[in-house]
């Protein structure tokens, strides 16, 4: 038989070795550290996981207070979707750092995310005329139901005229 170097495929005895001899140097080894499978013990043990658990409910919280009547910025939508697109962000960054293990990874965890990201932020940037010219050239059908201005202040006319409909939402 050949060596696996203390794999799991039971012990492997060499010459002049018995069965359970190789396995109580193998389970020597595994408590010295020498385990092949690398083990999650460097991983903060279940605590660390519980404060992340924590920390994405108080985001969570957060992302719902930009929906109450105490955010200070009720009248700029703007703010409130900047803010919650910051803790989404957040959320998503504890998510794949802790429970998807890539804190623990090693250093080519950077050779697959930099260039995803670069790539992202091209496709970004390349489709900002896209959406910007995106009403320029239209079907006349498009153009006939597309919104406009006035029909916002329609829509502020009627919520002025009937207060209780404009609460309901």
């Known amino acids: 038989?050949?060596?696996?170097?203390?794999?799991?495929h039971g012990p492997v005895t060499r010459s002049g070795e018995s069965a359970d001899e190789a396995l109580h140097h193998s389970i020597e080894a595994r408590?010295?550290?020498?385990d092949d499978h690398g083990g999650h013990d460097g991983h903060g043990g279940i605590g660390k996981y519980l404060l992340v658990f924590l920390l994405l409910c108080g985001l969570t919280t957060l992302s719902f207070f930009t929906y109450?009547?105490?955010?200070?910025?009720r009248d700029q939508p703007q703010v409130g979707w900047a803010f919650m697109m910051a803790v989404s962000c957040t959320k998503?960054?504890?998510?794949?750092?802790?429970?998807?293990?890539?804190?623990w990874e090693a250093n080519w965890k950077y050779v697959l995310t930099i260039p995803a990201a670069m790539m992202a932020l091209f496709l970004a940037i390349m489709l900002i005329p896209d959406v910007?010219?995106?009403?320029?050239m239209v079907s006349q059908e498009r153009a006939l139901h597309m919104a406009r201005g006035s029909d916002l202040?329609?829509?502020?006319?009627?919520?002025?005229?009937?207060?209780?409909?404009?609460?309901a939402h």
Do not use: C, T, Y
């Open 1 to 8: 038989m050949s060596d696996h170097g203390g794999s799991s």
């Open 31 to 34: 408590h010295d550290g020498h």
């Open 132 to 136: 910007g010219m995106r009403n320029r």
């Open 92 to 103: 998503a960054m504890l998510v794949i750092l802790f429970f998807m293990h890539v804190w």
């Open 153 to 167: 202040k329609l829509l502020e006319q009627a919520a002025a005229e009937n207060p209780l409909a404009a609460q």
């Open 68 to 73: 109450s009547a105490a955010w200070p910025w």
